[in-house]
């Protein structure tokens, strides 16, 4: 063996023994964010880096007249479109209590099948606002939350990056354990920008609302069972549809669209884009959303993204959660 295929070799065993987060990394940021997630929460051949437990249901989108006003997306066109929704538990372990602190912020994501037979998708949270604004601070602070152990108090490391941050403890304080999926309302968080048949641009960011929003206290959060989110929708659905209006709160002159830690004032206008019906649950979610890749940046025409450096960074760093999923079912 020469030199060469003897480094090339060692290095190929190395690569196989080290997991992949304790690599010297000049991997891209995506690359990288997913391996501090991996690091945080552990690897779950199969499941997602984040949100890794959820459940998948399906129903029908039909927009507001407004809508069309707003931008020319065939999301708009007032034609009832089908939808596929996966809601889900925050972090990457597939075993979290629903209820458990860090089940939070709950996820909603929504994938429309157009007439045209694409796809377009909204990735949502409970969070009102984004505990950090840039790609390298969202790597970081899973860096840092791996390095305190649940239960524990907070390492340094995790110390220094809340008090350097302090997006983070204010946007977490916006958090509320719900006592059904459907009880909760959701926030796009990241800003995008409609463009109408006049060619008009608009920045907004998306509002998911429920018909009600019910948090839980901790003591009734302390009751639940470890699954009561997962089992609570199917018994729902069962006895009538649930429904959602999507909604979109509209930026004024100086609103930052590059600042996801900056939520906008309460008093900006927001339009009902249309209603979000839920009344299908699919027969084998477990496998269902291992094929499912919701992308924050699947839009259509009408539909661009703003400014703000995390749809392109949550974008890459799906595809990259997605590929490991993929290959290790
Ligand atoms: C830099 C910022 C962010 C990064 C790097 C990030 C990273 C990730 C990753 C790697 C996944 C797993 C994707 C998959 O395997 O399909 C994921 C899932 C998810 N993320 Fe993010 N995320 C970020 C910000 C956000 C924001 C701002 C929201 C909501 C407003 C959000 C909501 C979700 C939801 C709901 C899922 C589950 C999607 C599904 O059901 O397939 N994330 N995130």
Redesign the pocket.
């Known amino acids: 063996m020469t030199k060469n295929t003897l480094a090339a070799a060692l290095a190929a065993t190395i690569a196989v023994i080290v997991p992949t987060w304790v690599r010297a990394d000049d991997a891209p940021v995506t690359t990288q964010?997913?391996d501090a997630?991996n690091k945080r929460f552990g690897v779950h051949p199969g499941y997602?880096?984040?949100?890794a437990k959820?459940i998948v249901v399906e129903g029908s989108f039909t927009a507001s007249s407004e809508a069309a006003t707003l931008s020319k997306s065939p999301l708009f066109t007032g034609a009832k479109l089908p939808i596929t929704v996966?809601f889900?538990d925050a972090g990457g372990m597939p075993d979290l209590h629903d209820a458990a602190p860090a089940a939070n912020p709950h996820?909603?994501?929504i994938k429309f099948h157009l007439p045209s037979g694409g796809e377009s998708d909204i990735?949502?949270?409970s969070l009102k606002f984004?505990p950090v604004a840039t790609?390298e601070d969202?790597r970081d602070l899973q860096l840092a939350a791996a390095s305190s152990l649940p239960g524990s108090p907070k390492s340094a490391q995790l110390d220094a990056f809340l008090a350097s941050h302090p997006s983070v403890e204010k946007a977490n304080a916006t958090l509320g354990t719900p006592d059904s999926f459907a009880d909760e309302q959701y926030?796009?968080?990241?800003a995008f920008v409609f463009i109408n048949k006049a060619g008009q641009k608009q920045s907004f960011r998306y509002i998911i609302a429920p018909e009600r929003v019910v948090h839980l206290s901790q003591a009734e959060a302390a009751k639940q069972s470890p699954n009561y989110l997962m089992d609570d929708l199917p018994v729902r659905l069962a006895k009538r549809p649930v429904t959602f209006h999507i909604k979109a709160q509209l930026a004024a002159a100086g609103d930052s669209t590059k600042d996801?830690t900056q939520a906008w004032p309460d008093d900006r206008k927001v339009v009902d884009l249309g209603v979000l019906t839920i009344d299908k649950t699919v027969a084998d979610s477990a496998a269902a959303q291992k094929k499912?890749?919701?992308l924050p940046g699947r839009l259509t025409d009408g539909i661009e993204p703003s400014d703000d450096p995390?749809i392109a960074?949550?974008d890459g760093?799906?595809a990259v959660?997605?590929g490991r999923?993929s290959a290790n079912p």
């Open positions: 964010i997913v997630l997602r880096a984040n949100h959820g996966r889900s996820g909603m994501a990735v949502v949270n984004f790609p969202f926030y796009g968080v990241n996801p499912l890749l919701f995390l960074a949550r760093s799906y959660s997605f999923r």
